[in-house]
C-alpha cells in the first residue's frame, strides 16, 4: 500500500471549471485563477530574535521583511505580514511542504515556522471589475490611494476570512481563504461577479 | 376609454414617446416612462388607491415622496408580490401590477369600512382598554383578529426568488441628497479631486427643482440639473448612486444606504440583484435631504383628493398630470400658494385660495389674481365634501360666514419641514425654531454637515450657497483645499409671514393627524387626557407616527395637537426618538448572499467529497458539516449507528477528526505557557508523547479539553473540541499577548492545514501500519499507548500519528497536509477492506464516547468544574495556571455539586432521554427533589440496551442507587440505576494492546 | 464604530470581538489571602459614563488584543493600542 503514492486535490476541484461565466460580452469583467502548488507557511518571530531574523531572511532570501501589513516579493519566496512579527510565506519555486522546509532550516531558533500548504485556497482575482466584485464582500478599501501596490490586508468577505494583498498588476488581486470555506467563496465570488461576466482560468494560469 | 385623460398636454419630465403598460386592481392602463405608479395613476384619473389601516377609509395620494402615509399598495405578484409599497415611489415598468390593500370585497365597496360606524369604540388605546380581559381570550380570539386586522399588505408568502447584495464603499465626502444642496454640495466637493458618493432616493437628480419653474444662473433650473449632472459623472472619483435611499448613520462615519437597482424593471436581468445593500464609510458627509411638507389637519381632511400643495406641483410640472380639474388651496403660506399659479398655467381651475393666516398677504393675493381665483383671508375648510374623492369645501371666513367651493382637488399645506431624520441617528437632538415653526437639526453626528431645505433654507438661492458651503468645506477638512468652483446662484423666494396654523376647530368629521394609523385629533385629545403627555407615550398608546412612514407627515402635527390639549408651549413638547431606517427596508436587503444554504458559509473536511460519495448523512457542528452517519441502502438511522459503532468494538473503524480546533504552539517557553492555561502540566511532557489536557476560564469553570502532543522540545501541537476552537484560541492569544508577553511562545491556527483521521478498533494497527511507509513501527513497543511523532505516508508525504483513543479502543490519528486527505482516506479504505474497516460517523463516535464515559459538548457545558467531571485530580497544585485560585472555591468543590456519574436503566428494555430530571426513587417529582438531569444518552449496541452520563448531586459516592429519570416533557418516568461513568473496558486494557 | 487598529487599519467593528475592562490586573498571589482581590478581578467591573479602556481583539483581522479607550457614552473612541508588550513595562 505505502508505495502508492497519493495525490492532492484541489478544495475547488470540480467547483472551479475553466470557462466564461456570467453575463455575457467581449471581454469578462473579472477573470479567477486558482493559484494552486503554491508553497505556504507561516512565520512567527521568536522573542527577542526579531532582528536576527531580519537578517536572516535577507541573507537567505533576498530582501528586507515587510514591517506592517505589506507584501515584499523576492526571486524565490514572498512574505505577506499578517500580525505583528508574523508572515505568510508564499512560494511558487518551493512548493507544498518544502517550503515550510526549506524555512524550517534556514531560520531555525528565530523564528517558529507551520506548514500551511494544505491548509489555504489561493485565488488570483483580475480584470477590470475585480475591485467591484470584491466590495461586494471585502470591507476594505481598495481604492489605490488607500491599497497602493505592495499592500496586504487579513479581513474578511462575506464572514469569511481571507488574507489579500497586491502585487505588481494594479487590477489584480491574490486572496488566500481558508481551504474549507473554499466551496462556500466559489458561491460568493461567482454571484457576485455574474453581473460583468467572469472567466475561470485554468489551473495554474495567471 | 380615454388613455390618460389627466395627462397635460405638453410639460414634464416624462418620455411621452414611449408608452408603459400597468395594471392596477386588474384594470389595464398606460403611463410613460418618467412616471411613478402615482403619477400615472393620477394621469388616468384614479384617485382612490387604498383603504385606512383602522377604518377602512377611502384614501388617495398626499405626496410625491417617500414620505406618502396613503397611497400603499401591493406590488407585484406571485413569489415577488411586496406589500405597502408606496406607489409615490415606484418607478413605473413595463407590465406593472399594483393592487390596492385592506379592502374587500373592492375599493370602492368595503364590507370592512362599517367599522367606521364603530370608530367612538376604538379610539386611542383601544387594544389596551378591550383586549385585556380574559387572559384566555388572547391567544385564541385577540390576538388572531388584531393581526388579520393589522399590516394593510400581504406578504408573498413564498421565498423571494431574486438576488440581493452587500457592498462596501468608501469617500472622502458622503452627499445625502440630490436637490439643489446636495448637487451644489457634490459639484464643490468633487471639484476639488476629493471622493465623492452622491446619493439619490429617486430616480432623477434635481429634487424640488423638478417641480418648480425656478432659475439658476439665469437659465431653467432642470438645465442646471443636467448640467450639473454631466459635471460630476465626468469626475473619475464621483460616483452617484440614484433610487438609492441612505438610510441610516452609525458610528464612526459609516452609513447605510439601500440601492434599488432593478426594482424599476419588470425582473432583474440575469445576475444582477434586484437591491444592493450599501455600507459606506465617509470621512465627511453633508446631508441635503430637504424638506417635507405639513399637511393641515381638519375634519376629512384624509378624503382621496386632498393633496399636499408641493405634491401638486411635482405632478404638474414633472409628470405633466393635472391632479384635478378644480382645485382649491388651503395653505398657511405663500410658498403653498405659488401652486394656484402653476395649476392656472396648465388648465386647471382653481377656485380659490383659502389662507389660514389671519393677516391678508399681498403674495397670495398676487397669485390669486393670476390664477382668477378668489382669496379668503383668516378662512378655513370646516367640511369637506365627497365619500371617495372631493367634491367639494366649505370654507368659514373670518367673519364667520360659511361660503361652499366645488372642486376635486384641495392642495395643502401648513408650510415646510426639515427632513432632520438622519441627523438624530447618533443621539443627536433635533431643535425647536421658531421662526420655522419645526424642528431644525440640532447636534449632528460627527463629520456631518447639513445645507439646504433638510437645515432650515427654504430659499434656492440659499440652498445653492449653503450645498456649495458644506461641500467645499467638507473636502477642505479631508485635505483637498483645491478649487470648488463658483457657486451656482438663484434668488430665494419669499414664504411671506409665517404663522402656523396646525388645526381647524370644530370642523366637521374625523381630523386626521396621522393617515397611516388612523390617529385623529380627538385619539390625542383621548391620550392627553388620559395622561400620554411625552411624545413616546403618546406614539405607543395612539399608534401616532408607527408603521412605514414613521410619522414623517404626522408627528409635528400630534405634537401640535398634544401641546394644545395639555397647554404647553409647542417647542417644549419634543419629539420622538427616529431611528434608522429612513424608510422601510426588505429583509432580503439585509440577508444579501446570506440565505438558504449560504446563510453563513460551511465549512467543509478535506474529505467531504468521499463522505458524501459514501451516501454519509451530515449535521451542522458549529460551521462544520460533520458526517453523522453512513447509512448502507436501505438501513434505518439507528441501525446504521450501532452497525458503526459494533465494527469498531470488533474491527475497524475510521472517523473524519479533521474538524477539531488545531494550534501549532512553539517557541522555547511554549511548555511553560501550556502549564499556564492547562490544569494539568505539559512543560514535563517527553517529546514523542501525547497528553490529555484541561482547560479552565478564570472563574474555575472547565473550558474546554482535548489532547496536545509534544513534537519537538519547542514544538507542541493541541488540538481542541470542534465547537470552542475559535474561543480557545481568542483565550489563548488573550494569555499569551496580555498575561504573559515575557514568554517566548508563538501561535498558529494550523486546524485547516490537517486532515486527520481516527483508525480504531482492535484491527487499527494492521490499517496504519499499511498505510505509513515501510520505515516506520507502529507496534505497540515502538509506538505505545500515547506516543506521537512523524511519519510519512504514499512515499514521503510527511505526515503524523498519535496514538490516541476516543473510543476505548486500539485507536491512532493520522494527519496529512489537507490537500492529500481526500487520498489518505481513500487509501485507509483501500488498507483496511481486508480488515472490514467501515467509516463511522459523528454520531457513533458519541455513542463510543458515552460508552467510555468520556465527558463531551453536554458535560461540558460551561456550568460544569473539573471536580463535577472527576477531573479534581488533574488540578495541579505545584503552579499557576489560569483558573486555579477560583476553582479552589468552597462552592465548587463542594461534594453536594451535581458531578459526572454513568446511568443505566434498571429494565433494560427502557429507553433514556437527555434532559430528564434525576430524582430519589419515591421522591415527588418536584422542584425541591430534582438532583441532577441526564445529560448524554446513547443506545449501546456493545451492551444491548440504553445507557447515559448525568450531572448527580454527590454522584460519585451513590453508585449502585435506584433513581428515578423524570422527564416531564416526553413523558418518561424510568428506574435508573447510577454507575461509574465507563461502562466498557474500565481498566483501559484494550487500548493498550 | 470603527477601530483604528495599530497594526491593519481602521476597520470596522464587526472584525473584532469585545472582552471587556481592560483595567483589571491578574492578581499574581495565589495566597489564600487574596481572596477578595481575585474576586475583583474576575467579577467586578466599573461601567464609567465617560472614558474607560476595554480590552477588543482584532479577531477577523491581525488578532492583535487591543486597549481601545472608548467614551462610553458617544462611542468616541480616543485612543488604541496594543495590549501587549508595548503595554507592559
Same mark, same amino acid.
Given at each position: 500500500m505505502s508505495d502508492r503514492p497519493l495525490h492532492p486535490r484541489s478544495a475547488l476541484a470540480g467547483i472551479a471549471v475553466p470557462g466564461r461565466y456570467g453575463a455575457p460580452g467581449s471581454e469578462p469583467g473579472v477573470t479567477i485563477a486558482e493559484r494552486v502548488g503554491l508553497g505556504l507557511a507561516t512565520v512567527a518571530?521568536?522573542?527577542?530574535?526579531?532582528?536576527?531574523?531580519?537578517?536572516?531572511?535577507?541573507n537567505v532570501y533576498g530582501i528586507d521583511l515587510p514591517e506592517g501589513s505589506r507584501i515584499v516579493q523576492g526571486p524565490r519566496v514572498s512574505f505577506v505580514g499578517y500580525g505583528p512579527g508574523q508572515w505568510l510565506a508564499v512560494s511558487e519555486a518551493l512548493d507544498g511542504e518544502a517550503l515550510a522546509c526549506d524555512l524550517l532550516q534556514n531560520l531555525k531558533g528565530l523564528a517558529s515556522i507551520s506548514d500551511q500548504s494544505g491548509g489555504r485556497t489561493v485565488l488570483r482575482i483580475g480584470g477590470p471589475r475585480a475591485r467591484d466584485v470584491l466590495a461586494k464582500g471585502l470591507p476594505i478599501d481598495l481604492d489605490p490611494r488607500a491599497f497602493p501596490l505592495g499592500s496586504a490586508a487579513t479581513s474578511t468577505i462575506s464572514l469569511m476570512g481571507v488574507q489579500i494583498w497586491q502585487t505588481d498588476d494594479t487590477r489584480s488581486y491574490d486572496i488566500a481563504l481558508f481551504r474549507s470555506v473554499s466551496a462556500s467563496f466559489w458561491r460568493w465570488l461567482t454571484a457576485s461577479a455574474g453581473e460583468y461576466g467572469y472567466e475561470v482560468v485554468g489551473a495554474g494560469g495567471a | 376609454m380615454s388613455s390618460q385623460p389627466n395627462r397635460l398636454a405638453e410639460g414634464g419630465a416624462i418620455d411621452r414617446s414611449k408608452t408603459v403598460r400597468f395594471s392596477f386592481d386588474g384594470q389595464a392602463l398606460t403611463g410613460h416612462e418618467g412616471d411613478t405608479l402615482a403619477s400615472a395613476l393620477l394621469a388616468n384619473g384614479i384617485k382612490l388607491v387604498g383603504r385606512s389601516f383602522k377604518y377602512h377609509r377611502p384614501r388617495g395620494i398626499l405626496t410625491a415622496g417617500s414620505e406618502e402615509p396613503s397611497a400603499l399598495v401591493e406590488l407585484r405578484s406571485g413569489a415577488r408580490r411586496e406589500p405597502n409599497t408606496r406607489a409615490t415611489t415606484i418607478e413605473l415598468y413595463e407590465g406593472l401590477e399594483a393592487s390596492s390593500q385592506n379592502r374587500w370585497p373592492s375599493l370602492k365597496f368595503d364590507?370592512?369600512?362599517?367599522?367606521?360606524?364603530?370608530?367612538?369604540?376604538?379610539?386611542?388605546?383601544?387594544?389596551?382598554?378591550?383586549?385585556?380581559?380574559?387572559?384566555?381570550?388572547?391567544?385564541?380570539?385577540?390576538?388572531?383578529m388584531i393581526r388579520r386586522a393589522a399590516g394593510l399588505g400581504r406578504g408573498a408568502g413564498v421565498a423571494d426568488p431574486d438576488h440581493y447584495e452587500k457592498a462596501h464603499a468608501f469617500c472622502d465626502v458622503l452627499v445625502i441628497g440630490g436637490g439643489a444642496a446636495g448637487l451644489a454640495a457634490a459639484l464643490a466637493s468633487a471639484r476639488t479631486g476629493a471622493r465623492v458618493i452622491l446619493c439619490e432616493e429617486d430616480f432623477r437628480l434635481g429634487g424640488r427643482l423638478l417641480a418648480e419653474p425656478d432659475e439658476i444662473d439665469g437659465r431653467p433650473a432642470r438645465d442646471w440639473v443636467e448640467a450639473a449632472e454631466a459635471e460630476l459623472e465626468s469626475l473619475p472619483d464621483c460616483r452617484i448612486l440614484r433610487r438609492t435611499t441612505v438610510q441610516g448613520v452609525y458610528d464612526g462615519g459609516t452609513y447605510a444606504a439601500i440601492e434599488r437597482v432593478n426594482d424599476h424593471v419588470p425582473l432583474p436581468p440575469a445576475h444582477e440583484p434586484r437591491q444592493r445593500f450599501w455600507k459606506i464609510v465617509a470621512k465627511r458627509a453633508v446631508l441635503a435631504a430637504g424638506a417635507i411638507e405639513r399637511p393641515i389637519v381638519f375634519g376629512d381632511n384624509d378624503r382621496p383628493g386632498i393633496m399636499l400643495a408641493g405634491a401638486v406641483r411635482v405632478y404638474v410640472n414633472r409628470y405633466g398630470v393635472a391632479p384635478g380639474k378644480r382645485a382649491v388651496l388651503f395653505a398657511d403660506n405663500d410658498d403653498a400658494f405659488r401652486t394656484a399659479v402653476d395649476l392656472a398655467e396648465v388648465g386647471v381651475a382653481v377656485a380659490a385660495l383659502i389662507d389660514a393666516r389671519k393677516l391678508p398677504s399681498a403674495a397670495a393675493q398676487a397669485a390669486a389674481e393670476r390664477a382668477g381665483a378668489r382669496y379668503l383671508s383668516g378662512a378655513v375648510i370646516k367640511r369637506v365634501r365627497g365619500r371617495q374623492g372631493v367634491k367639494g369645501v366649505e370654507v368659514r371666513d373670518a367673519s364667520g360666514k360659511t361660503e361652499s367651493f366645488d372642486c376635486d382637488l384641495v392642495a395643502v399645506s401648513g408650510g415646510w419641514a426639515p427632513s432632520l431624520h438622519l441627523t438624530t441617528h447618533l443621539n443627536g437632538k433635533p431643535q425647536w425654531s421658531e421662526a420655522l415653526?419645526?424642528?431644525a437639526p440640532g447636534t449632528l453626528p460627527p463629520g456631518m454637515s447639513v445645507a439646504g431645505a433638510a437645515k432650515g433654507a427654504f430659499g434656492l438661492g440659499s440652498c445653492l450657497a449653503q450645498g456649495h458651503d458644506a461641500g467645499a468645506g467638507a473636502a477642505a477638512a479631508c485635505g483637498f483645499t483645491g478649487g470648488s468652483g463658483k457657486a451656482s446662484a438663484a434668488a430665494d423666494n419669499d414664504r411671506g409671514t409665517v404663522s402656523p396654523v396646525w388645526q381647524v376647530e370644530n370642523s366637521r368629521g374625523k381630523?386626521?393627524?396621522d393617515f397611516q394609523n388612523d390617529v385623529s385629533v380627538s385619539d390625542v385629545k383621548l391620550a392627553a387626557r388620559e395622561g400620554f403627555r411625552i411624545p413616546e407615550h403618546l406614539k405607543r398608546y395612539t399608534t401616532l407616527g408607527m408603521a412605514t412612514d414613521q410619522g414623517k407627515t404626522g408627528n409635528l402635527n400630534g405634537a401640535a395637537v398634544l401641546a394644545q390639549a395639555t397647554g404647553r408651549y409647542l417647542g417644549a413638547v419634543g419629539t420622538t426618538t427616529f431611528r434608522p431606517p429612513f424608510t422601510p427596508v426588505a429583509i432580503s436587503a439585509f440577508a444579501g448572499h446570506h440565505r438558504g444554504q449560504d446563510f453563513r458559509p460551511a465549512r467543509l473536511a478535506p474529505s467531504h467529497g468521499w463522505a458524501k460519495e459514501q451516501g454519509a448523512v451530515f449535521v451542522e457542528t458549529g460551521p462544520w458539516l460533520r458526517a453523522l452517519y453512513y447509512p448502507l441502502t436501505g438501513e434505518e438511522p439507528q441501525d446504521s449507528v450501532n452497525r458503526e459503532v459494533a465494527n469498531v468494538r470488533t474491527k475497524v473503524g475510521v472517523c473524519d477528526v479533521s474538524t477539531l480546533g488545531k494550534i501549532d504552539v512553539q517557541g522555547s517557553d511554549a511548555g511553560t505557557f501550556l502549564d499556564r492555561v492547562y490544569a494539568n502540566t505539559f512543560s514535563v511532557l517527553a517529546v514523542g508523547k501525547a497528553r490529555y489536557g484541561l482547560m479552565l476560564r478564570e472563574d474555575g469553570i472547565v473550558l474546554d479539553d482535548g489532547t496536545t502532543a509534544r513534537l519537538a522540545e519547542d514544538h507542541y501541537f493541541m488540538t481542541t473540541t470542534t465547537a470552542n476552537a475559535v474561543k480557545v484560541m481568542q483565550h489563548l492569544e488573550f494569555c499569551q499577548q496580555v498575561l504573559w508577553p515575557e514568554f517566548d511562545v508563538q501561535m498558529v491556527s494550523v486546524t485547516e492545514q490537517w486532515a486527520q483521521y481516527a483508525v480504531a478498533g482492535p484491527r487499527a494497527r494492521d490499517v496504519l501500519q499499511a498505510i505509513v511507509d515501510p520505515a516506520h513501527d507502529l507496534s505497540n513497543a515502538a509506538f505505545p499507548y500515547l506516543a506521537c511523532g512523524n511519519v510519512s505516508v504514499g512515499g514521503g508525504i510527511p505526515a503524523r500519528v498519535y496514538r490516541l483513543s476516543f473510543s476505548g479502543e486500539l485507536a491512532y490519528e493520522i494527519g496529512v497536509p489537507a490537500r492529500f486527505g481526500d487520498a489518505l482516506v481513500r487509501a485507509i479504505m483501500e488498507a483496511g477492506a481486508a480488515y472490514g474497516i467501515a467509516p463511522y460517523g459523528t454520531?457513533? +463516535? !458519541?455513542?463510543?464516547?458515552?460508552?467510555?464515559?468520556?465527558?463531551?459538548?453536554?458535560?461540558?457545558n460551561g456550568q460544569t468544574t473539573a471536580h463535577d467531571l472527576g477531573f479534581g485530580k488533574m488540578l495541579s497544585t505545584k503552579k499557576d495556571f489560569i483558573g486555579r485560585y477560583m476553582a479552589a472555591r468552597p462552592?465548587?468543590?463542594d461534594p453536594a455539586r451535581p458531578s459526572l456519574v454513568g446511568l443505566r436503566p434498571l429494565d433494560r428494555e427502557d429507553r433514556l432521554r437527555a434532559g430528564a430530571h434525576l430524582l430519589p426513587k419515591d421522591a415527588?417529582?418536584?422542584?425541591?427533589?430534582?438532583?441532577?438531569?441526564?445529560?448524554?444518552?446513547?443506545?449501546?449496541?456493545? +451492551? !444491548?440496551?440504553?445507557?447515559?452520563l448525568g450531572l448527580l448531586a454527590h454522584g460519585p459516592e451513590r453508585h449502585g442507587e435506584i433513581l428515578r429519570a423524570y422527564d416531564p416533557v416526553r413523558g418518561g418516568d424510568v428506574p435508573v440505576e447510577v454507575r461509574p461513568p465507563c461502562f466498557i473496558d474500565p481498566e483501559g486494557e484494550r487500548l493498550r494492546v | 464604530m470603527r477601530i483604528k487598529c495599530p497594526y491593519c487599519g481602521e476597520r470596522a467593528l464587526e472584525e473584532f470581538t469585545y472582552r471587556g475592562d481592560a483595567t483589571v490586573t491578574r492578581p499574581a498571589s495565589l495566597d489564600p489571602a487574596a481572596e477578595q482581590e481575585w474576586v475583583d478581578y474576575v467579577y467586578f467591573r466599573d461601567n464609567p459614563a465617560g472614558l474607560h479602556q476595554e480590552h477588543w481583539h482584532h479577531s477577523a483581522g491581525c488578532h492583535s488584543w487591543l486597549v481601545v479607550t472608548r467614551n462610553m457614552t458617544t462611542h468616541e473612541i480616543v485612543a488604541v493600542e496594543s495590549a501587549g508588550e508595548g503595554a507592559k513595562p
Open positions: 518571530a521568536r522573542k527577542e530574535h526579531g532582528e536576527a531574523l531580519k537578517q536572516a531572511v535577507a | 364590507v370592512m369600512a362599517v367599522s367606521q360606524l364603530f370608530a367612538p369604540f376604538i379610539g386611542a388605546g383601544f387594544y389596551y382598554k378591550t383586549f385585556m380581559w380574559p387572559a384566555a381570550f388572547w391567544e385564541k380570539l385577540y390576538e388572531p415653526s419645526a424642528l381630523a386626521f393627524v454520531e457513533a +463516535l !458519541g455513542v463510543l464516547r458515552i460508552e467510555k464515559g468520556h465527558p463531551a459538548g453536554a458535560e461540558l462552592s465548587l468543590t415527588e417529582a418536584s422542584a425541591a427533589n430534582d438532583q441532577g438531569h441526564v445529560t448524554s444518552i446513547a443506545f449501546s449496541p456493545s +451492551l !444491548g440496551h440504553w445507557l447515559g | -
